[in-house]
């Protein structure tokens, strides 16, 4: 289960499906190096993204 302090290299090393659904909210920068150590509330501040919108689509994703 993702949490807002889960980082985006935690949810990529999980499975690399989940990059489709980030990339869907735009972001992507998560190849960054920098980006792997951001939690998904710090990405989503910068993205104007609603951090619990997106928790909803990655925990609820059938892969």
């Known amino acids: ?18 990059a489709d659904i980030l990339l869907g909210f ?6 960054c190096p920098v980006s792997q150590m951001e939690t998904l509330e ?7 993204i609603d951090v619990n919108f997106l928790l909803d689509k990655l925990n ?4």
């Open 42 to 48: 710090e990405a989503c501040e910068v993205h104007g």
């Open 1 to 18: 289960m993702f949490t807002k302090n889960t980082t985006l290299g935690e949810v990529l090393r999980e499975n690399e499906k989940y």
């Open 26 to 31: 735009g972001m992507h920068c998560f190849g």
């Open 60 to 63: 609820t994703a059938k892969f």
